[in-house]
Structure formats: C-alpha cells, structure tokens
C-alpha cells in the first residue's frame, strides 16, 4: 500500500518548521521516519503536510552531565547507544536501546522520536517514566518543558499540541547506591516485546528503600510501579513474589496476536523477580 497525498516541506531552521505546522492543523513532524513512514504507508496516518526537521541546526547533540543525559530531537538511537558517557551516568539509557528494534533501525530513528511516539510497547517511553525525565518541546509560546508525569496521556498520545516540535528528551542520572537492570522477551530478537521489565533498586546499606519497575506491552500507556513495600526492605524469594503480585494488580495486560494475556502476566511475574534481583545485585556492586 502507499501512502496517501501529502505535501512535503523541509525547513532550515526551528523558526520555520514551526511555522509550516501551524499553517497546517493536519501536518505530522519526520525526524527518523522508522515509526511515522510505516504508518503513511498502512495509511494509519495521512497527515496533509509532512514537516521534515532533519535540516535543523543543533538538534542530534547528545550532552551529559553530572546530573544526567540531555538528548536532541535528531539524535539517533545508536549514537546514544555508543556514547560511553551516556552509559557512566544513566546506564539503564543505553541497556533499553540495545532492545529496540534492529541495528538498520537504531541508525535512522530517533530516541525522541520514540518518545513522542508514544508507544507502550516501546522502550524508550518506560525508561523515561522510569527515571521521572522530561521532555523538552518548541512552539508559537517558546520553550516549555513537560515532566514525563503528564507526557502520556492515553494509546500512542502524548500531550504535545500539534502546532509544538519536540526538541530535547532529560534523563536524570542513576543516583548514588543504585542499581539498574532491563530485560524483555520477543519471539524474535529486534520484534515488539510481548513483555519488558526495567528496574531501579536504591539501597541504604543491605536494605533496599527503593525499587521501582518500568513495564513494556502489558498497559495502555507506559506503565511505572512502586515495589517498595511489597519487597519490605529485602530481595528474597518471598519478596519478589510479593511484588510480583502487587505489579499484578495495577497492570492490565491484554490478548493481541503476539500473546495472551495470561502469558503476558505470566512473563511480567518471571521478569519482575529477574530484573529486580539483577538491579539489586548492580546496586550491591556499584556501593562496593
């Protein structure tokens, strides 16, 4: 199938991109492509103007400092990925990224991109809801700054206006006697996750007083949970079960053609006990 008729419009500055967007209620942003072109070609999308944003100056840096990983809207996934500083200061960046899609892929799309996406099957959106980010966007008023809190908004739908250009995406750095950890399960390597877990374990001493779990394919909208309590201050076989349950009880997860739903809880149950235990035992080594 091809797409339908579009207009097409490649501006050379932040200035005039906004302006062809806001000319064009209907116009859709192309950065990195490997979402939105899928989409045109299904006709899952037919916006009237396709606004390309790959001439603007500055926009694929990727900036680290001590208090995290700032990411530009044409910065793509495997830049991020090979930046070693990126991985020093917020390495569950990079951990995500290896999972998303294929090498072909990561080349040409964009971690922003992703993120404005939307998609809770998606890796990148969990990670940043995991880590309280926020995401950096440009439009008629100026700057505005969005905490991921109240980025997603419902199924592949972010609270971005459509007249606004998304153009810096903030990780904050892993905090002190933290550890992190990511896994997700596909049939094949490179396919959507029937399920993904991250975690992040904060330890005070032996004692965890932190945990939280990112989820991939199992809500909505990307799904972030509070272990704290159900772990009780330890990482045990009784705890783990514990906050497997209590994961259990707020996620939602559903039939599609990839896998049932009780499979799906069934692997979000294994994969919470894995990554928990394995962000538990990266906290352990990163105080040693």
């Known amino acids: 199938m091809k797409p339908a008729p579009f207009d097409y419009v490649r501006p050379g500055s932040l200035e005039e991109a906004l302006q062809a967007l806001a000319g064009h209620p209907e116009a859709k942003v192309l950065a990195g492509g490997q979402s939105l072109v899928p989409l045109l070609s299904m006709r899952l999308a037919a916006p009237a103007v396709l606004v390309d944003i790959n001439d603007l100056p500055d926009l694929d840096h990727v900036r680290v400092s001590a208090d995290g990983v700032r990411i530009g ?3 793509r996934h495997a830049a991020v990925l090979r930046d070693p500083d990126v991985a020093r200061v917020q390495p569950l960046v990079p951990l995500a990224l290896a999972n ?21 099957a998606a890796e990148m959106p969990m990670v940043l809801r995991l880590l309280d980010g926020s995401l950096d966007v440009a439009g008629p008023g100026g700057r505005r700054t969005i905490p991921v809190a109240q980025l997603y908004v419902g199924p592949l739908e972010s609270s971005l206006h459509h007249d606004e250009i998304a153009v810096e995406a903030f990780f904050p750095a892993l905090a002190p006697h933290t550890g992190v950890a990511f896994e997700e399960i596909a049939r094949r ?3 959507y996750a029937m399920c993904g877990v991250a975690a992040v374990v904060t330890l005070d001493g032996d004692r965890v007083v932190q945990a939280r779990a990112g989820y991939l394919s199992v809500s909505d909208v990307p799904a972030v949970i509070d272990l704290t309590d159900a772990l009780g201050g330890e990482v045990t076989e009784a705890s783990l079960a514990a ?23 069934h692997l979000a149950r294994v994969l919470t006990a894995r990554v928990v235990t394995a962000a538990h035992e990266n906290a352990r080594e990163a105080r040693s």
């Open 100 to 120: 998303v899609a294929h090498a072909t892929i990561r080349n040409r799309g964009t971690t922003v991109g992703s993120l404005v996406h939307a998609d809770a």
């Open 73 to 75: 809207a044409l910065a």
């Open 243 to 265: 906050a497997a349950d209590a994961a259990l009880e707020q996620l939602e997860p559903e039939t599609d053609i990839h896998a049932t739903a009780d499979y799906r809880a």
């Open 189 to 191: 390597h490179g396919d």
